[in-house]
């Protein structure tokens, strides 16, 4: 397995100009690399048929369009930017598991090597950096564009300092462990051993989620409404939400007292969501060990409701 994920042999990067590449492992194998300077791949079923990106990445492009492609509308209104990219999220076309890492296979181009980088980001670093989009961030795991989505295992290992105009950037220490988070997340899902500290509870608990339940439909990031819950078991009609503790302690960069408030209202909102939908509801906190007893007792209950 390892060797599929992380070959021996250098995978080539692209330098310069658009590539198009068939890759017949894929679902959709037309694949569609970034420029050395971008993020997003996309995909095409047939040569010439429409663009698709990977719906893993959905909130990612949203976030990329929102705080980077808006300023090349900087002569419009502010107002004017987002309403056009609205327009523009609207037209962008999503296909579930269509990306590499959906489908653990290792791409045929690669992001390249980077100084102090491990041999993994440089294959990956497309969907590493794209992660850091999905989880609030830019490319550089430096600027935080959205805080609602880092994800909350490691919100309290975070620093962030305030910069001119109340921007606020990761200082340097938290941006390298930001990324080696963003990282983690990628092997994890590759089935790829992790690195450094283990940071990914919510993706643990996913994977430990797949592996308690096979042949059922387990979905990460379920849409809500206009909210998001972390973990959906579609036959079981069951959500599985992991708390860390920026839902129970006020974050400063996180908005501080009025953040918790505002995560707590959220909170709230999905409770009675789910009940207006008839799905049950299970809370994995970051005090509770992530261990397949542990999560089993938490479900039991709801799982005896749904076979009676």
Known sequence: MRS???PKEMIPEITRGVFVEYEPELPYPFVHYPTRMGVFHAFQQEKYGPLFYCSCQKQGVENYLKVKERLSFSGLPKASQLELMEIFIQNIKFEDNLCHI????????????TMNETKFYSIYGYYIKALSYSYGLDNRFRDICY???IPGDIVPLLIAEEQYGGRLVLDEQSSKDFKRYCEN????RMGYFAIGKKWTSEIKLLELIKEMFPGYTVIHQYELDHL?????IEELQLV????????????????????LKRRQERDKEKIDLCKYYNLDLVYVTYLDEL?????????????RERIN
């Open 4 to 6: 599929k994920i992380v």
């Open 102 to 113: 959906c489908n653990k296979v290792c791409p045929k181009y690669g992001h390249g090597k």
């Open 147 to 149: 805080p609602k989505h």
């Open 185 to 188: 997340v990628i092997r994890t």
């Open 228 to 232: 998001k819950a972390d973990i959906y």
């Open 240 to 259: 599985i939400e992991y708390q860390g503790e920026q839902h129970y302690k006020p974050i400063p960069f996180m908005g501080g007292e009025e953040g």
């Open 291 to 303: 261990s397949e007893k542990v999560i089993k007792n938490k479900i039991s209950p709801y799982l």
